[in-house]
């Protein structure tokens, strides 16, 4: 069991019986949206640009995963085309099935690593979220990414920067084999503001708009999740008396720290979400 679990959490490799009822990703979708502070600030970004005078008709999802964004932002069914790309070739055959399932003839999906991936021209917005930072060469990343705008055309962005923690607790657990998922995936970037800024100018954007994410309290909880989460796919016998404690008080209040952190203002966090545009 404890294999499995992480093989499905850590890996992105879907449960087989999704792969035959594809729907039953919607609730995922909705779960994401409820819970995931990033999903929250990349939502609201896309829909600033979807609402400007001259929406986006052609797009591309970085590293789409399941397709939460183009699946779930109504907007999109009206582009003229839009490509998913992602390195799970688990994830891509999720998006076909989806995309079949609500006849999206307006969308493709291509499995391949974005170092490698031919990024197709002329784009109106290109969406990378939470991908940057997984990528060897991230510099070359966005060169491709400038180069396969439009003149007019954006990049939205989102990464984890400042990379701070609060609990000793956490401290304590990020000493454990397999506790620090950037360990277990092979993070090879660390940002903070400047240098994410940087080597965004250095690529040739523009930042136009930036949020910061997972302010202390946010960061907080968000520790302490990652905590239970981690009992969970260990399946340590803590996770049985966790469990109900967590689901009753814990995640109730989470909710309300995400909710919290994304309708406020803040110079810093642990995260931030960026609208850029060619220099």
């Known amino acids: 069991m404890p ?16 792969h035959r009822y594809p729907r039953f990703w919607f609730f ?14 990349a939502r609201r970004a896309i829909r600033q640009v979807l609402r400007s005078a001259d929406p986006p008709k052609r797009i591309v999802d970085a590293g789409c995963g399941m397709g939460d964004f183009l699946f779930t932002i109504s907007e999109f069914k009206n ?7 992602d390195y799970s070739q688990s994830n891509i055959d999720v998006c076909n099935s989806l995309s079949a399932i609500l006849r999206r003839k307006n969308m493709e999906f291509v499995c391949s690593d974005l170092g490698a ?3 197709p021209p002329k784009q109106d917005l290109i969406l990378c979220i939470a ?3 997984l990528i060897k060469d991230d510099m070359l990343v966005l060169k ?4 396969a705008l439009a003149p007019n055309g954006k990049l939205l962005l989102y990464a984890a920067v400042n990379y701070r923690r609060n609990l000793s607790i956490y401290k304590y657990f990020a000493k454990k084999p397999g506790f620090d998922y950037d360990e277990i995936i092979g993070r090879p970037q660390t940002y903070n503001d400047e240098t994410l800024e940087q080597k965004l100018n250095e690529c040739g954007f523009v930042i136009e708009e930036k949020r910061h994410s997972f302010g202390i309290v946010a960061a907080t909880m968000f520790e302490l999740s990652s905590i239970f989460e981690w009992l969970f796919k260990t399946w340590h016998p803590a996770a049985s008396v966790f469990v109900v404690p967590f689901y009753l008080i814990f995640l109730p209040l989470y909710i309300l720290s995400m909710q919290f952190d994304y309708l406020g203002t803040r110079t810093t966090g642990n995260g931030v979400m960026i609208i850029a545009k060619k220099q």
């Open 3 to 18: 294999n499995k679990i992480f093989q499905y959490l850590n890996h992105q490799h879907t449960p087989e019986f999704l």
């Open 131 to 133: 991908v940057l930072m």
């Open 79 to 85: 582009a003229e085309r839009i490509t998913g790309i």
């Open 117 to 119: 991936a031919e990024i």
């Open 28 to 41: 995922y979708f909705w779960l994401n949206h409820l819970s995931v502070l990033r999903m929250k600030y």
């Open 144 to 147: 491709r990414f400038r180069d």
